[in-house]
């Protein structure tokens, strides 16, 4: 016997008996399972090709219950042009009415749904601190109560009835923040220029703020005219950096 037999024989005597018993299980498994692969399993099963054109059939056969916004703009044009040109204009018809699929076959007996009911707009409008600054957002136990959204409120081009006269009708969150703030007695248009289609287009005309350390200096500078505010020196205090750098203009504490 060479020496590689021997030292073969050697390491397999030291393996545990437990180790070689599971490794006979493991064999017989392994051997069960290419068996039953080989002749129990359907060809079409096996053949990755029969799978996929079998699967494709099954999936073409299937009845959707959805269709396309083009879809519903053959019939729908001038609400699909009014859509396309409002706020509602990245939503799919069937975001609000439901699956139109069957409306579109027979709309006679088949038509459509209508969100009729507040619930369905506060999902995307009752007011959350996580959601974007400026989207638009309402508390619906005081806002217009008991009134369907509809019924002041186009849906498929939702301007506001009348322009907000108020920052905190889009601005919620910061209006509740300073609330509680220092700076409460300040208007927004004291630190913000606001254009007058702001209220209309608010992403395409953003309103202004501060660019420099000397508008906050105003009220906070030693020597200032205005009476009530804390005083720093300008000249050191904070170096270089804007003054909302360190401190949130709406909560103004100091860090």
Known sequence: MTKKAVSMKNFVQKIPEQIKRLSIVFFFLAAGVLLARAYLVPTELKESGIHRSKT???EISRKGSYSESEVCSECHDDKDTLKRSGFHKFLACETCHGPGAKHAEDPETTPPSAPRERDYCSLCHAYDASRPTGFPQINPLVHNPLKACISCHEPHDPKPTEVPRECSACHG???????ISPHIQLDCTTCHEVPKNHKTTPRAAKPSKP???EFCGKCHAEGSDVKGPPRVDMKTHGEKYLCWQCHYPHMPEAR
């Open 173 to 179: 969150g910061i209006s509740r923040t300073m609330a």
């Open 56 to 58: 494709i059939q099954t």
């Open 211 to 213: 660019e420099s350390r």
